[in-house]
Each structure stands twice: as structure tokens, then as C-alpha cells.
């Protein structure tokens, strides 16, 4: 079983940076592929980026592409994402998933284990 804690989300002006952080228990962390996803109200949720489990291969949505920077520090079992030039249409709450697997994937049904998720709110 895996636990998964976000930290890190808030009220930030457009423009503005944050930083993601989804604490991971358990001996597999370094073993699974990572996802960060996204679900605004009213709307279906959303990938935004994944990241293998060596950290080696990446991918992010294209409305993140240039933006947000996915990372891990497999040494602190901790996923991270950074997120500059932050605009109103990123306000979500977010979420970090994990696989059983070291391959990344864009598809949440992919996906494990969750977190309960932190609120990221822009204002424009």
C-alpha cells in the first residue's frame, strides 16, 4: 500500500510560481511512475505531467508545456511540481497518483494510489 500527501497549493496571483509537493510512504516510491492531475469544478479531471520512475523520461500536458516542471528526489521518497507563469484557468485542485509501475502514462486509470488532493487557486 502506498500513502500519498500533497502540501504546497494556495492563493497566488496570475503570474505567479508554486510549488507541488506529494510525500510518498512506503518502500516502492522509487519503483513507481509519478503523475500529477488536475480537476477544476465542473470539470472532468486531467493529466498534466508524469515522470518515469528514474525521473529520466517526462511529459506534460500542452497547457502546462514550458510552465510547470515535474520532478522526484527518490532519496526523500517526495514528487514535486513546480508551476511558473501560473494563469487563472490552472485554479484545481491537484492531485499526485502513482503506478505500480516505472513506466509514466498520461491516463489516470493507470494509476494506483492517490492523494487527497491540495487546492490551487489563481487570481487573475
Known amino acids: 500500500q502506498v500513502q500519498l500527501v500533497e502540501s504546497g497549493g494556495g492563493l497566488v496571483q496570475a503570474g505567479g510560481s508554486l510549488r507541488l509537493s506529494c510525500a510518498a510512504s512506503?518502500?516502492?516510491?522509487?519503483?513507481?511512475?509519478m503523475g500529477w492531475f488536475r480537476q477544476a469544478p465542473g470539470k472532468e479531471r486531467e493529466f498534466v505531467a508524469t515522470?518515469?520512475?528514474?525521473?529520466?523520461?517526462?511529459d506534460y500536458a500542452d497547457s502546462v508545456k514550458g510552465r510547470f516542471i515535474i520532478s522526484r528526489d527518490n532519496a526523500k521518497n517526495t514528487l514535486y511540481l513546480q508551476m511558473n507563469s501560473l494563469k487563472p484557468e490552472d485554479t484545481a485542485v491537484y492531485y499526485c497518483?502513482?503506478?505500480?509501475?516505472?513506466?509514466?502514462?498520461?491516463?489516470?486509470?493507470?494509476?494506483?494510489?492517490w492523494g487527497q488532493g491540495t487546492q490551487v487557486t489563481v487570481s487573475s
Open positions: 512506503g518502500r516502492t516510491f522509487s519503483s513507481s511512475a
Open positions: 497518483a502513482a503506478r505500480r509501475v516505472g513506466f509514466s502514462s498520461r491516463l489516470d486509470n493507470n494509476y494506483d494510489y
Open positions: 515522470i518515469s520512475r528514474g525521473g529520466g523520461t517526462t
